[in-house]
């Protein structure tokens, strides 16, 4: 038996056998939407306010508040909810229903914003008047340290120290962040590699950001390589993922395995012998379900 906190982490790792051409090269991607709420952010979010509960920061009486693309304040809604904490959630308009729908059933308070960086505007103003705590994912270094203390470990114990490359879409950064910091330090020449949209791509999850709202906890030298991915590449590749692996994920997640096939393409070209790629698939796709993702 275990409460839901319990259960936040430790996720599977699945070979993905089908997609990938190069029977020499071990492509594998950690199942985050196991998580309790659906997704990677679950880890961060149960970090962020649990830091702020234990530094006695948050106290009795103090609502929370963030800005999310959506998974992120699906976590925060089910975390809050389990401490007995109130949070409002500024979200893109553009945002599936499912999400907002999601949010709501866990008690939140959401309030629709023009794009995520209007929204990070208005939480940081509300918060700016002393009624809400803000979790600031983009700058809060909980966010980050959840996955240095899990995911990391979990992808080296569970690869028998074999990860060769780690691939990552690039949002807020924590995952990336996080996991590249535990991987060096197990070894050096394991590879980090990002995943951002080409320019006028719409990735759910992915961003490319402008310089003014950089995510702070973002440090490029944690990063080897960053490949972009275009909207239609990540469409077809979570399509690909459902249809052709049985692993029903978000956009976010698409786009970081089409990058991971790119790269075993390369690795093949260069005569490579042999390499472990884990991937991270982000988050679950039911939530995408509206939007026409697999219509």
Known sequence: MATLLE?????PLVELN???????????????????GGSVKDRAAYSMIRGYIDRGEWKPGMKLIEATSGNTGIALAMI???FGIEIELA??????????????AFGAKVTLTETIEAGRDYVEAKAATGEFLLVNQFANPDN???HYRTTGPEIWRDTAGQVTHFVSSMGTTGTIMGTSRYLKEQNPDVQIIGCQPTDGSSIPGIR???VEYLPQIFDPSRVDRVMEVSQEQATHMTRELARVEGVFAGMSSGGG???ALRLIDELAEQGVESATIVCIICDRGDRYLSSGLFA
């Not at 089908?18 to 309790?36: C, D, I, T, V």
């Not at 308009?93 to 949010?103: D, G, L």
């Open 7 to 11: 259960l936040v982490g430790n996720t």
């Open 91 to 104: 979200l893109p308009a553009n945002s599936t229903k499912e999400r907002v729908q999601t949010m709501e």
């Open 208 to 210: 490319k950001w402008p």
């Open 18 to 36: 089908r997609l990938n051409a190069h029977s020499q090269y071990k492509l594998y991607g950690k199942l985050e939407g196991n998580n309790p």
């Open 80 to 82: 809050a909810s389990l």
């Open 144 to 146: 980050y340290l959840a």
């Open 257 to 259: 395995v089409h990058a």
